[in-house]
């Protein structure tokens, strides 16, 4: 646990229908109390962490439906939350530190080859992503794939692979990228983003991705499932 926090120390250098719920206040410090739930579970701000299972949940929201989308989640007010389907209850340095807690470790050949515009897939961990939420009492949950892509997107969710790639410091400021931007989750290629698919989708065809009609309305609270047993393909 020591480790993971100094690793965040590091990283942050210089360099009856669906619930709903009113959004957050943004957090007062960028990582919220560490707890131990017993068992090797964890809570970071209102993060759930199983290291045993290598898996975290987030609670939040959805937020856009029906327009054009790059990325998957945000945190509250970020600065592309306008085009982010899910706002997440949580910030970027404590989604950061979720990924490291569960294993995750950024490659040391990522940075460079984003800067350049390298080829994809991106060069990372993967990691499975997926999405629940409650409904008329009945508890459902798909990929996040299956939530995103709506049949315009011409892409088929079981071909979408997510990688954990880390986010840099910001440029000129003692702080995280993520936290600056908010963008946790994209599927466009953005060097601030913590998690992106491996491949951008939608690239030079922006809005044909627009999220499901499965998902419940904008508002709706749900969870963002992160499990990184994929890592090990």
Known sequence: M???????????????????????SPPSSPVGELKSLGQERYQVGRIVIDKRARSFSVPGRVLVLGKPLEYLATSP??????????????????????CILVGLERDPKQAP?????????????RVALAIAWTEDGKRHQVSAAQALLNAEAGVKPESVEWVYTGSPASDGRDRFAADVTGT??????DANSIIESAVGIGVGAYGSVRGNAMLP???SVIELIVDAVAAAK
């Open 184 to 189: 946790l989750v994209g599927f466009v290629p």
């Open 217 to 219: 309305p904008i508002g």
């Open 2 to 24: 020591i480790a993971a926090l100094g690793c965040m120390a590091a990283v942050r250098a210089p360099m009856s229908r669906a619930q709903t719920a009113a959004p957050p």
């Open 113 to 125: 080859l984003r800067r350049q515009g390298g080829p994809a897939p991106l060069v990372g961990q």
């Open 77 to 98: 007010r970020g600065m592309k939350a306008y085009e982010a389907m899910l706002e997440l209850d949580t910030n970027g340095s404590e989604f950061e530190l979720a």
